[in-house]
């Protein structure tokens, strides 16, 4: 019984895995704080390191030099001109490594608690990060089916820590071997034992696979059977009777295109369903009637551009043809300039370059003309027998 007593002792005396922070006594220069200051300031220190140290993770924080510490922190006093200055370090015992510090100046000791209550915080949370390793857990959900929400995390067979749901991101470990499991309606589910070193992260971000099962379709039309096609996620897998595989959180649809219905499947946890769709439609008949109408629609539309493309193209040759009735009309003119051109005496080189002139000026006319003439003979002529 007494060997029973001891043991329990020691449990509680040697938490599993506790880390011991010593905050040291602050230490100054002679006379220029007094000893109930530095006690003052060595427990703003420690209380400070019980905020940013919680006590359900393991750490254990005590003040003194007489303790197995883990880690140190020790604030250090001194005077600069007419303003006092302090110094907080933290280092690990072992290999008696630094962490970190911080360095403050103030007029009087309300201002410099004032400083170590703002940044001791951070100076402390470097142990956290020393002592725990990092898990960063990215799930990838390659199926455009499910969605992000429907996504479970657990570790270790919890899915919250201290009040925080697991999520996507990076979450703080104790070292040592942990359970993680990725949880989806629509994939299988993961499961991964994980080997969390301290100050290190691991990255989790492999591909969830899809989760399949087997699906029996059948399709009636007032109560008796009708043979229509099958979607699964819009794209035509095969038609009614059907049996196959398909993701669980798949789109699925039966009935001719135009005129689908939705199937609405329930797996409930099972890997097979069994189901009986009674069609609301007549889905070939529907998609008959939806053809019929298009082609109504469409030759409606034709017809409205025919009795519109058939004016404007005869419009548009006859102003062609007009158009090559004037070109010729200059032709003849730039012929009888030339006719006068060649014939004539001219006395002096002013009345050449005129007669040249008019010469130019209808054979530059008859081209411009035959040009816009038969492109618009062209054109209306395409319009009057294509469209």
């Not at 999520?167 to 994939?187: D, I, M, Q």
């Not at 691991?202 to 696979?209: A, E, F, H, K, P």
Request: charged content about 25%; glycine content about 8%.
């Amino acid at each position: 019984m007494a060997r029973g007593i001891f043991a329990l002792v020691l449990f509680f005396a040697f938490p599993t895995l506790a880390a011991h922070v010593a905050v040291l006594e602050t230490v100054s220069a002679a006379n220029i704080i007094t000893l109930e200051e530095k006690q003052y300031l060595t427990d703003v220190l420690r209380s400070e390191a019980v905020k940013a140290l919680p006590a359900e993770q393991n750490f254990i924080v005590e003040i003194g030099r007489n303790i197995s510490a883990d880690y140190v922190a020790q604030a250090h006093v001194g005077q600069f001109a007419n303003n006092l200055t302090i110094t907080v370090e933290l280092y690990e015992t072992a290999g008696n490594r630094l962490l970190g510090s911080f360095s403050s100046k103030a007029p009087n000791v309300e201002s410099l608690e004032t400083e170590v209550r703002q940044k001791s915080r951070d100076l402390f949370m470097q142990i956290t990060t020393s002592t725990f390793g990092t898990v960063n857990l990215q799930p990838s959900l390659p199926y455009k089916g499910g969605l992000e929400k429907d996504l479970v995390i657990k570790i270790d067979g919890k899915s919250d820590k201290d009040g925080r749901k697991y999520a996507r991101g990076s979450w703080k470990l104790t070292p040592g071997v942990h359970e993680v499991e990725f949880l989806h309606r629509c994939y299988e589910p993961q499961k991964f034992n994980v080997n969390v070193l301290s100050g290190k992260t691991i990255t989790l971000n492999g591909s969830m696979n899809v989760a399949m099962g087997k699906v029996s379709l059948r399709t009636l039309f007032n109560e008796n059977f009708r043979e229509v096609p099958v979607f699964v996620n819009d794209s035509l897998v095969g038609r009614t009777d059907y049996s196959g595989r398909i993701p669980i959180c798949s789109k699925i649809e039966v009935g001719e295109d135009g005129a689908r219905e939705k199937v609405e499947l329930d797996w409930k946890g099972k890997d097979k369903v069994k189901i009986i769709h009674v069609l609301r439609v007549d889905s070939l008949t529907a998609a008959k009637q939806i053809a019929a109408e298009d082609a109504s629609r469409a030759a409606s539309t034709t017809e409205k551009s025919f009795s519109i493309t058939k004016p404007i193209s005869i419009a548009m040759m006859a102003l062609g043809v007009a158009g090559v009735a004037i070109g010729i009309y200059e032709n003849s003119v730039g012929n009888d300039e030339r006719k006068k051109y060649d014939e004539a005496t001219f006395k002096n080189k002013r009345d050449f370059d005129k007669q040249w002139d008019k010469v130019e000026s209808a054979r530059t006319k008859r081209n411009v003309f035959y040009g816009v003439g038969f492109g618009m003979l062209g054109a209306g002529a395409v319009m009057f027998f294509v469209f």
